[in-house]
């Protein structure tokens, strides 16, 4: 197994811990996570740091202050992304493929519109994928489906098929 990345409220670093004495470790020590239950393993949620100040309030300090302030809390946040991107990526992994493999599908069929358009305006190109078309056609018909023996053997392709893609 990967060793497992943790970060705790108290310790602004991450922790490289092996995943055999995370959870010793955990139960000796008294930290504050968040445990997120994800098939097949347990991933635990990042807590960002708290600050006490924020740029938003009003305060006294000199824009130089402000600015190493936002300074700190830009570089914890910078800091902390890895981890976000790790548990969104154990939380949603199956949706995020799943959309994935539906926007390469609507990629290939559209790619794969725009060359059959493209080679339908080519002259004669069209008439020849409709006479390819209607032989294969003409083919298959007495191929499998003529007597009674071949459509037989088209019916038990078709299980088989089933069988080998269904399991």
Partial sequence: ??????????????????????????????YQTQEINVEPEKVYKPIPPTFNESLFQENDKSPEENWLLFGYQASELIDALPDY????????????LAFVFILLALLTFRVLGATLNALEEIPFVAAVFQVIG???TIWFIFR????????????????????????
């Fill in 1 to 30: 197994m990967e060793p497992e990345i943790i970060r705790f409220n108290d310790n602004p670093k991450p922790e490289v811990k092996n995943p055999e004495n995370v959870h010793e470790d955990y139960q000796t020590k008294d």
């Fill in 85 to 96: 991107v790790k548990y969104f990526w154990s939380a949603y992994k199956r949706i995020i």
């Fill in 134 to 136: 209607i032989g294969y």
């Fill in 144 to 167: 499998y489906v003529v007597t009674v023996e071949k459509r037989q053997e088209l019916i038990d392709k078709i299980e088989d098929l089933k069988k080998y893609m269904i399991g």
